[in-house]
């Protein structure tokens, strides 16, 4: 379990695009189970269809990525203040399900499936209340700075 204090350790990324609250789950070298709440407060929903407030689908890809992330530097015992950086470099078979709107809590799931010189493959998936709202592969590699 990880607090959204020991999470600005293992992230670069701070407000508006840290979008990882909590990690409740987390297997060194396997997998991360974490949450982002998803408010009426959020400042991209000010103009993304404000009429009928959607949380983008890149936010949600970048959340998964986050949690990801945080895997990875979990498992390589790294952290950004160490001079690595994780980039987000690509996404396969990438799908959206339904929307995400405010009051939804994005359960957000990575397992890791390879790392090769530095490039880290995982399975991620959001979750609303059970239901599957966007899953893919997706790619990152772990940097110097």
């Given at each position: ?27 060194v070298g396997e997998?991360?189970?974490a949450i982002k ?73 990575a397992r890791k ?33």
């Open positions: 379990m990880m607090d959204v204090k020991e999470i600005r350790e293992y992230l670069p990324h701070r407000y508006p695009f840290l979008l990882v609250d909590r990690v409740l789950e987390l297997e997998s991360i189970v709440n998803v408010t009426v407060n959020e400042p991209f929903f000010n103009g993304h269809f404000p009429d009928h407030p959607v949380m983008p689908g890149v936010l949600i890809v970048e959340a998964m990525a986050q949690a990801a992330g945080i895997l990875g530097f979990k498992t390589m015992d790294k952290k950004p203040q160490d001079g690595s950086i994780y980039y987000f470099v690509g996404a396969d078979d990438l799908r959206f399900k339904r929307p995400v709107v405010p009051g939804d809590q994005l359960r957000l799931e499936i390879s790392e090769r010189r530095g490039i880290w493959k995982f399975d991620v998936r959001a979750t609303v209340d059970g239901d599957v709202v966007s899953s893919a592969t997706i790619l990152c590699a772990d940097r110097k700075v």
